[in-house]
């Protein structure tokens, strides 16, 4: 992909989030979404089939990066090695508020959370290939599960109580984790 594609696709898809702020996905308009980009509707529909398609490349990049930061020393054992990963975690997450609540937030009919649940449990079953049916469901369920809470309370955490320190909550996300996904 040449330098000009790239830039006009990231220009698209800062413009999106921007706009899925304070807007439904279903909300938005093309011209809108082009007159924040500052480009044409040729211009979009040059890269994109509609809105739908911006959307799901922009949520596509976004959980990518999600894995990256949260598989990243997440086999850390040591006390001290967890609370150094959840830390990173927490500071990926609020240093990448405006998408994350945007996604959160879309109205998309995709459930964004669920995304990135699946995700993660799409590598730990990699990881621990060969499995039964059986311990891929239970880690599919459990992790679900799990991960709707730790999703939570980061969404909590940026929207409501943006005052607590990383360590706080990162504390709370290492223990939910502990609790519920041993694996």
Known sequence: MDIRTQYTKKILK???IKLLEKQKLHEITIKELCGT???NKSTLYAHYTDIYALYNDAEEDFLQMILSVSWNNSGARSSKERKEHYINVCNFYKENKQPLLAFYNSGANDNFVAKIGEMMANKIIKNHEPITKSEEMNIRMRFGYSNQGYMYVI??????YP???VDEI????ISERSNSTKF
């Open 37 to 39: 980009a500052g480009v």
């Open 163 to 165: 005052e607590i320190p």
């Open 170 to 173: 990162a504390d709370v996300l």
């Open 155 to 160: 969404y909590l955490w940026l929207t409501k």
């Open 14 to 16: 800062e413009s999106l």
